[in-house]
């Protein structure tokens, strides 16, 4: 059974940063790209980020390019999601997501999502 | 990169069809089969309904299908039941290579 269990969400203060984990299991991890999708509260869904099975290729949504960071670890099945000078409109759920294909990267399609967890921008 | 464009809501009854909108441009929904389809119930992470514009994963009914003409896609349902009744938001692939997703529609069933 494929599972992803986000971790990592939290209260943060303007300017400050987070590490968002993506615990992946009952796939083969390596063979698929992963994403991060957010949506803040009361809203719709954002395309964050997403990362090639095999690392090497990464894409960023311009709100975020330059302030976050995706990278992931095949020998722990597991997505990570940096993210540095946070803003209050960063707040919201951050969902990762399996795609649902090997030839999907990039493209919004993902078969498995987590829980969420919230990131709330704050001071 | 702005959100596609959907109704804001629709509605129907018990067994009745609907469809869905959703307009891009020819950067994105236009350009390429990558168009994607979820469904989002309150306090739910979202679920792949149709991928690369008309494929259904396995587990989804086929009263969900997709279909695509120009820079607008369109997912429809069909036999409109209780449970369909829920948030739907379409995702495609730009040329920035980047995604994106619609603005998304509220869909009641009478």
């Known amino acids: 059974e494929v599972q992803l269990l986000e971790s990592g969400g939290g209260l943060v203060q303007p300017g400050g940063s987070l590490r968002l984990s993506c615990a992946a299991s009952g796939f083969t991890f390596s063979t698929y790209a992963m994403s991060w999708v957010r949506q803040a509260p009361g809203k719709g869904l954002e395309w964050v980020s997403a990362?090639?099975?095999?690392?090497?290729?990464?894409y960023y949504a311009d709100s975020v390019k330059g302030r976050f960071t995706i990278s992931r670890d095949n020998s722990k099945n597991t997505l990570h999601l940096e993210m540095n000078s946070l803003r209050a409109e960063d707040t919201a759920v951050y969902y990762c997501?399996?795609?649902?294909?090997?030839?999907?990267?990039?493209?919004?399609?993902?078969?498995?999502w987590g829980q969420g967890t919230l990131v709330t921008v704050s001071s | 990169q702005s959100a596609l464009t959907q109704p804001a809501s629709l509605s129907g009854s018990p067994g009745q069809s609907i469809t869905i909108s959703c307009t891009g441009t020819?950067?994105?929904?236009?350009?390429?089969?990558?168009v994607s389809w979820y469904q989002q119930h309150p306090g739910k992470a979202p679920k792949l309904m149709i991928y690369?514009?008309?494929n259904r994963p396995s587990g989804v009914s086929d009263r969900f299908s997709g279909s695509k003409s120009g820079n607008t896609a369109s997912l429809t349902i069909s036999g409109l039941q209780a449970e369909d009744e829920a948030d739907y938001y379409c995702?495609?692939?730009?040329?920035?290579?980047?995604?994106?997703f619609g603005t998304g529609t509220k869909v009641t069933v009478l």
């Open positions: 997501a399996k795609a649902v294909n090997e030839r999907t990267v990039v493209a919004p399609a993902g078969d498995y």
């Open positions: 020819s950067s994105d929904v236009g350009g390429y089969n990558y």
């Open positions: 690369e514009v008309s």
């Open positions: 995702g495609s692939y730009t040329s920035s290579t980047t995604g994106v």
């Open positions: 990362i090639s099975g095999s690392g090497v290729s990464t």
